[in-house]
């Protein structure tokens, strides 16, 4: 069986545990096995239900005093355990931050390799292509192991439910873990924003060097309001001091997956595409029409930011 970790925040399902059984099915197919999935530190019912719904045949929960929050040393050392007595045909991850530092401790553990953000796996003769260099690079790589260690690159399908859902069996699973583990493990947290977040806005209005100060932003907060989306920016504009780094989509700032991305002053570096290649359609407002973002866009209008923004908005008022 292929074995899917499904990440979750004290009970709430992460969106990348949700891709990751997606690549699943399709790879449990091409395995021609059943898809389990493994929920740690939690035996909460909306979970396995959710599980099944994206096909998981059978879900193994692990509770345990160390497991009461996320830890990474932990969870990977639950992954070490599970494999030799699960006996997985390989186990899958969703390729976010957690996923990978899960399953890179596991690979430590198992003294295996570990093949992370993979965009298509071809389980005969384990050949793999994987992004590299924060999406500038795919990478062709033969794996050669008895239980390959894998996680789906982050946006690399839309999550969704399997045709025919589940109802999974639930298997308990006992694993002995030291206490010395739970010395990473989350402690606490603070809540920089509430609702949508610009990770999850099904909207993001993008601004950057363009947009030419922080006040130039205003527009662009208004149509971000009335498409009920979240306003991000490039990096330049953060290193202007012009919005703050929680706003910045890119390599080094937050990956993206909204139905549209609207660009607007935006150039597109490699490293600001790498934030937002996951957006569903992109709209590019750009004054250059040579421009990497508009390029890459699926419409483009090629005119001043400053104008076009605000008539955006008026449309969209007028119609209402």
């Given at each position: 069986?292929?074995?899917?970790i499904l990440e979750h925040d004290q009970g709430v399902m992460a969106?990348a545990a949700r891709e990751a059984l997606t690549f699943g099915r ?200 009335l498409l009920g989306g979240k306003v991000g920016c490039s990096r ?85």
């Amino acid at each position: 069986m292929l074995l899917v970790i499904l990440e979750h925040d004290q009970g709430v399902m992460a969106e990348a545990a949700r891709e990751a059984l997606t690549f699943g099915r399709t790879l449990a197919g091409r395995m021609g096995v059943p898809m389990h999935a493994a929920l740690i530190g939690s035996e909460e019912a909306a979970l396995v239900a959710e599980a099944g719904a994206h096909g998981a045949g059978v879900v193994h929960t692990v509770v345990h005093p160390v497991l009461s929050d996320f830890g990474p040393e932990a969870w990977g050392e639950v992954i070490a355990v599970m494999v030799p007595r699960l006996a997985p045909a390989a186990v899958l991850a969703g390729g976010s931050d957690r996923g990978n530092e899960v399953m890179a401790q596991a690979a430590a553990r198992l003294d295996a390799p570990f093949v992370a953000n993979c965009l298509d796996v071809d389980p005969a003769g384990w050949s793999i292509t994987r992004i590299q260099w924060g999406g500038s690079l795919l990478e062709d790589v033969t794996l050669s192991v008895d239980v390959p260690l894998l996680s789906c690159g982050l946006h690399a399908v839309a999550a969704e439910a399997a045709e025919t859902p589940t109802e999974p069996a639930v298997e308990e699973f006992e694993a002995d873990l030291d206490a010395a583990l739970s010395r990473t493990v989350v402690r606490d947290r603070v809540v920089l924003s509430a609702g949508v977040t610009l990770s999850t806005a099904p909207v993001v209005v993008g601004g950057g060097r363009g947009v030419g100060s922080a006040e130039g932003f205003a527009p662009l907060e208004d149509l971000a309001d009335l498409l009920g989306g979240k306003v991000g920016c490039s990096r330049a504009v953060t290193n202007n001091g012009w919005r703050p780094h929680s706003d910045q989509v890119g390599q080094t700032g937050t990956r993206i997956a909204p139905e549209i991305y609207i660009a607007s002053g935006i150039s597109g570096a490699i490293q600001h595409w790498v934030g937002a290649m996951g957006s569903k359609h992109i709209l590019a407002i750009n004054l250059d029409p040579e421009a990497n973002i508009v390029q890459k866009a699926d419409w483009a209008v090629i005119g001043d930011l400053h104008e076009v923004i605000p008539a955006i908005s008026e449309e969209i008022r007028s119609r209402r």
